[in-house]
Every structure is written in structure tokens, then in C-alpha cells.
């Protein structure tokens, strides 16, 4: 069994820095994609960034592409998300999820989340 547990969450005044962690348990960490995903109440849960088994490979929605870095450290079975510049619009939950197959912005092609950390910023 797959445990994500994401945590950094927190509050910011727009134009600051958070940076979210998500720790993944079990061996098999290094040889799935991984995604980050957010959801404000009421609405779906939006693509954010994704990244590959290595790392070598990112993808960042375009709402975010220059202010966000997704990264990954195997060796302590983690991804991270940097996220500069924060906006208020940038406010919600941020789920940390493992991609199991098909295309990396699409939530259905995940298969195990984390219960997500609260980012707030404030204008």
C-alpha cells in the first residue's frame, strides 16, 4: 500500500514563497511519475505540475509555469514543490498524488493522494 503525506501548507502574503513536501511510503517511489494537483471548495481538482520517474521530464500548468518548480528526491522518497510569487489566486488545497497510467494532467490517471495541505495567500 501507497501513503502520501503532503505538508508546508500554510499562510503567505501575496508575492512570498511556500514549499510543499510529499512524502511517499514503499519501495516502488523511484519508478512512477509523480503530480501535484490543487482544489478550491466547490470546484475540480486542477492540474498543477508533474514529473517523471527521474525527474528529468516536468510539466506545469500554465497558470503557474515560471513561479512553480516540481522536483524529486528518490533517495528520500519525496517531491517537493517550490512555489515563488504567490498570488491569492494561487489559494487552495494542494494534493501530492502517484501517477499510475495515462495522461499526467488528467486526475482519473492517478491512482494513490495524499489528504492535501491548505495554502492561503493574502493579498
Known amino acids: 500500500q501507497v501513503q502520501l503525506v503532503e505538508s508546508g501548507g500554510g499562510l503567505v502574503q501575496a508575492g512570498g514563497s511556500l514549499r510543499l513536501s510529499c512524502a511517499a511510503s514503499?519501495?516502488?517511489?523511484?519508478?512512477?511519475?509523480m503530480g501535484w494537483f490543487r482544489q478550491v471548495l466547490g470546484k475540480e481538482r486542477d492540474f498543477v505540475a508533474a514529473?517523471?520517474?527521474?525527474?528529468?521530464?516536468?510539466y506545469y500548468a500554465d497558470s503557474v509555469k515560471g513561479r512553480f518548480t516540481i522536483s524529486r528526491d528518490n533517495a528520500k522518497n519525496t517531491v517537493y514543490l517550490q512555489m515563488n510569487s504567490l498570488k491569492p489566486e494561487d489559494t487552495a488545497v494542494y494534493y501530492c498524488?502517484?501517477?499510475?497510467?495515462?495522461?499526467?494532467?488528467?486526475?482519473?490517471?492517478?491512482?494513490?493522494w495524499g489528504q492535501g495541505t491548505q495554502v492561503t495567500v493574502s493579498s
Open positions: 498524488a502517484r501517477l499510475g497510467s495515462g495522461r499526467y494532467y488528467d486526475a482519473a490517471s492517478y491512482d494513490y
Open positions: 514503499g519501495r516502488t517511489f523511484s519508478s512512477y511519475a
Open positions: 514529473l517523471s520517474w527521474s525527474g528529468g521530464s516536468t
